[in-house]
């Protein structure tokens, strides 16, 4: 008795979160796509079985998604979702080919990350910008720890003491995938944390989180994006101030600095150069800052 869609997809799922490592967020936007997808195969050309669905059902699906407009990105995605099914079923031998496999993934435009400049967070760090109580502490050490790092929300609200060694100024960091990496600390830091788990013990704060509010209990993520919003607001003006953008100027920065683009890779946890490439992107426009403004041909000097 062949499988019914829901149970294909529940397989897919299950090979997406053991063997794949994908993401909640992502396993459940496939499981969205894949599942608008048999609907409209189900709407438009009735009860098909999996080994019948062909190309051009995926291409019909695809146009009338264009027709309302949808972004490239999300294209990209459901396209993604569906080639990756049954790339998978092609694999168990439900079916005799991919579909999907064919069909051309949408160009999306590249925007260069969003940074805040580093004299603006030297401003931050350095000039009284943090209260010196419980709040004031939690709220440095979250965005120290974002900017120095380079970590994302879900990294740092997960994080607990016995993660960083003292000994070798590093902190492990469990990111997607559960995939572990080690990234540096500077002294600054280290001993920030250190006063900070000693403080926390002395107020019977004994939770496994390392960061906790003022009542010991361990930060959510929609906390510490109003915490990094309303800290970031105080010294710059750029729109966009999110953890996420303390991750891009971690990033830029390094890479202004001359940084080896392997290296930021490792550090970031991406998985591929590609997703690390963007940020060479800021550095030439840092370069074309300078050559404009220091060689006797650039704009600023011409007479």
């Known amino acids: 008795m062949e499988k019914t869609n829901d149970q294909y997809l529940l397989d897919f799922l299950n090979y997406l979160e053991h063997q794949k490592r994908f ?4 396993s459940i936007a496939y499981k969205h796509d894949l599942e608008q997808f048999f609907d409209f195969v189900t709407k438009v050309f009735g009860s098909v079985s999996m080994k019948d669905i062909n190309s051009i059902m995926v291409r019909d699906w ?7 407009d949808m972004a490239h990105k999300s294209l990209h995605r459901k396209i993604a ?7 998978l079923q092609l694999r168990y031998g439900y079916v005799t080919n991919n579909p999907a496999k064919g069909i051309a993934l949408p160009k999306i435009a590249k925007r260069l990350p969003t940074f805040i400049e580093s004299k603006e967070l030297h401003d931050l760090f350095h000039n009284d910008h943090f209260a010196d109580d419980w709040e004031g502490k939690t709220e440095r050490i979250i965005v120290q720890l974002f900017y120095e790092t380079g970590i994302r929300v879900s990294e ?3 994080l607990s003491y016995h993660q960083i060694d003292v000994g070798n100024r590093t902190i492990k960091v469990v990111g997607k995938g559960n995939k572990e990496r ?3 600390l500077m002294p600054d830091l280290l001993n920030k944390l250190k006063d900070y788990q000693e403080e926390k013990i002395n ?5 496994e989180r390392l960061i906790v509010n003022k009542k010991g209990k361990p930060l959510v993520a929609k906390t510490v994006y109003l915490i990094v919003r309303k800290n970031l607001a105080k010294v710059s003006l750029q729109k966009k101030k999110s953890p996420h953008v303390l991750r891009h100027s971690f990033a ?6 001359g940084a080896e683009l392997n290296a930021v890779k490792e550090l970031l946890g991406h998985s591929s150069l590609a997703a690390t490439q963007v940020y060479t992107h800021n550095s030439i426009q840092q370069l074309k800052k300078v050559y404009e403004r220091f060689h006797p041909q650039g704009v600023n000097n011409k007479k």
Do not use: E, Q, Y
């Open 23 to 26: 993401s909640k967020h992502t």
């Open 252 to 257: 830029t920065h390094l890479m202004n600095n």
């Open 62 to 68: 695809l146009m009338t998604l264009k027709k309302g």
């Open 203 to 207: 107020k019977g704060f004994d939770g």
């Open 156 to 158: 740092l609200v997960a």
């Open 182 to 184: 080690i990234i540096p």
């Open 81 to 87: 979702a569906v080639r990756s099914f049954f790339k």
